[in-house]
């Protein structure tokens, strides 16, 4: 006989944004949620961005920009790459697009034809199966579950076949928290296929450490940015993607087509944004340092496992406890009966079930209350589940 379907709002809450939307529900009902699933920061813009973005409207700022970004902001990404990393990066080989997820569709859309293989990390952000197969190609998944959870060169090199077009890596990890020092990103550029590589959370790392671009290491890589995790600006859609020579007049061309330019006043935020970078990430990076202790002594005291103590990001994946059953169920559990929001795993791939994300989504105080909670709900018998 087949297992009876989940139902209700509990079923809904099993996805990842079914957690987000039964989180914003208990909190419209006054239930005091604890949200550590969101993948985006609480803090706000920098005034000094905001300001400029002011200044542009008051300019009158409004009409289009260049299709592939604003000169000036595509001139800053360069800028900020030679300052960074070291590489020189001609400006028209940048093209910036409504975030990192549009510019990311928009490259495979260019790059893919039909049963080209992509392959991504597993567990990985989300929505690279999607915007893979959105441009008619195959994600094949690296699944590392049984390789310490860390996306390696030898695992991605595993995955390669005569049909392999592209390898996208993703350093600091969403969900790990991983990074990839000089020799394993040289060794991902050594495997043959393209290199793309979405460095989104970079500018996030907890150490002091210098940040490595695939491009230092590779000409034939992609670099994924986005302004929206290491700027704190979600909301903006303000994205891009440095891409090789070769790629650029057939990825140029199409964006003039498909998505004709991006907000030309946000893009003067970020060429704000851009000038102040170490001053920004340095306040954002300062508080996820915080938060990053607090979680990592909280948990310990609940007596739960990450899976890989992160090194930069605002992500931990931690080992659900013995009994717990699927992760999806389990995260849908936590969420009623302590109001805490957390990711399943599953989310992220069959790499991660077993698993829950708890993002850095919320300050001290609250990552505190919400694994006190969670600490003491475990030790309740609603906590064991069916797998
Ligand atoms: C690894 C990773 N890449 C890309 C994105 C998309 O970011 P955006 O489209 O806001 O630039 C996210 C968002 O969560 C992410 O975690």
């Keep these: 006989m087949s297992s009876p379907q989940p139902c209700g709002a509990t079923a809904q809450a099993r996805t990842c944004m079914g957690i987000v939307d039964e989180a914003a529900r208990l909190e419209r009902l006054g239930k005091p949620v604890v949200h550590l699933e969101k993948g985006e920061l609480d803090l706000d813009t920098h005034d000094l961005v905001k300001e400029r973005a002011v200044q542009a409207l008051r300019e009158n700022r409004t009409r289009y920009s260049h299709s592939s970004g604003l000169p000036e902001l595509r001139q800053a990404i360069s800028d900020h790459y030679g300052r960074v990393y070291g590489v020189d990066v001609d400006p028209a080989r940048v093209v910036v697009n409504s975030g990192s997820s549009?510019?990311?569709?928009?490259?495979?859309?260019?790059?893919?034809?039909?049963?080209?293989?992509?392959?991504?990390?597993?567990?990985?952000?989300?929505?690279?199966?999607?915007?893979?197969?959105?441009?008619?190609?195959?994600?094949?998944?690296?699944?590392?579950?049984?390789?310490?959870?860390?996306?390696?060169?030898?695992?991605?090199?595993?995955?390669?076949?005569?049909?392999?077009?592209?390898?996208?890596?993703?350093?600091?990890?969403?969900?790990?928290?991983?990074?990839?020092?000089?020799?394993?990103?040289?060794?991902?550029?050594?495997?043959?296929?393209?290199?793309?590589?979405?460095?989104?959370?970079?500018?996030?790392?907890?150490?002091?450490?210098?940040?490595?671009?695939?491009?230092?290491?590779?000409?034939?890589?992609?670099?994924?940015?986005?302004?929206?995790?290491?700027?704190?600006?979600?909301?903006?859609?303000?994205?891009?993607?440095?891409?090789?020579?070769?790629?650029?007049?057939?990825?140029?061309?199409?964006?003039?087509?498909?998505?004709v330019g991006t907000s030309t006043f946000a893009q003067w935020g970020a060429v704000t944004a851009l000038e102040n970078a170490e001053t920004i990430q340095k306040q954002i990076r300062d508080e996820l340092r915080g938060r990053q202790e607090c979680l990592r002594e909280e948990l310990a005291r609940g007596g739960l496992r990450p899976v890989y103590e992160p090194r930069g990001g605002f992500y931990t994946l931690v080992h659900q406890p013995e009994g717990t059953g699927g992760s999806a169920a389990f995260a849908a559990r936590l969420l009623e009966h302590t109001h805490v929001a957390l990711t399943p795993g599953s989310e992220f791939g069959p790499s991660g079930e077993g698993c829950v994300r708890f993002s850095l989504s919320a300050p001290r105080e609250r990552i505190r209350e919400g694994l006190r909670r969670i600490t003491t709900f475990l030790h309740s018998s609603s906590a064991e589940g069916t797998p």
């Design 102 to 259: 549009a510019a990311m569709l928009e490259l495979f859309l260019a790059l893919l034809e039909p049963g080209d293989e992509v392959v991504i990390p597993d567990p990985g952000y989300p929505a690279y199966p999607s915007l893979v197969e959105a441009a008619r190609g195959k994600a094949v998944r690296a699944a590392a579950a049984g390789h310490g959870y860390l996306h390696t060169a030898e695992l991605a090199a595993s995955c390669v076949t005569p049909a392999t077009r592209a390898l996208l890596i993703n350093f600091p990890s969403n969900p790990v928290g991983s990074l990839a020092g000089p020799d394993e990103l040289r060794a991902f550029a050594g495997i043959g296929p393209l290199v793309v590589a979405d460095e989104v959370y970079h500018g996030l790392a907890f150490a002091d450490e210098r940040p490595h671009t695939i491009l230092e290491f590779s000409d034939n890589a992609v670099s994924v940015g986005s302004f929206s995790k290491s700027f704190a600006m979600t909301g903006w859609r303000l994205g891009y993607v440095i891409v090789p020579e070769w790629l650029r007049s057939r990825l140029t061309r199409m964006h003039e087509y498909l998505f």
